[in-house]
């Protein structure tokens, strides 16, 4: 569950938003927060797609990857 967007960043530009469920990265299921963080750290600086459920709709988007 997405409790916050910070402005500015890699997920706000992508679109998401706070309440949306995080359910898959690269098409790999996410069961929980490790599971994200592996695909980050595969992703390194590139850019993974993260799908997300907002309400009865699944949406899928692309994020690109930078330092922070």
């Given at each position: 569950l997405i409790r916050a967007v910070q402005?500015?960043?890699a997920a706000?530009?992508?679109?998401l938003r706070r309440g949306d469920v995080l359910v898959a990265a690269d098409g790999q299921p996410?069961?929980?927060?490790?599971?994200?963080y592996a695909a980050v750290d595969?992703?390194?600086?590139?850019t993974?797609?993260?799908?997300?459920?907002?309400g009865s709709e699944?949406?899928?988007v692309p994020?690109?990857?930078a330092e922070t």
């Open positions: 402005a500015g960043s706000d530009g992508a679109g996410l069961t929980g927060i490790d599971d994200l595969r992703a390194r600086l590139a993974v797609e993260l799908s997300a459920i907002r699944t949406l899928t994020i690109t990857l």
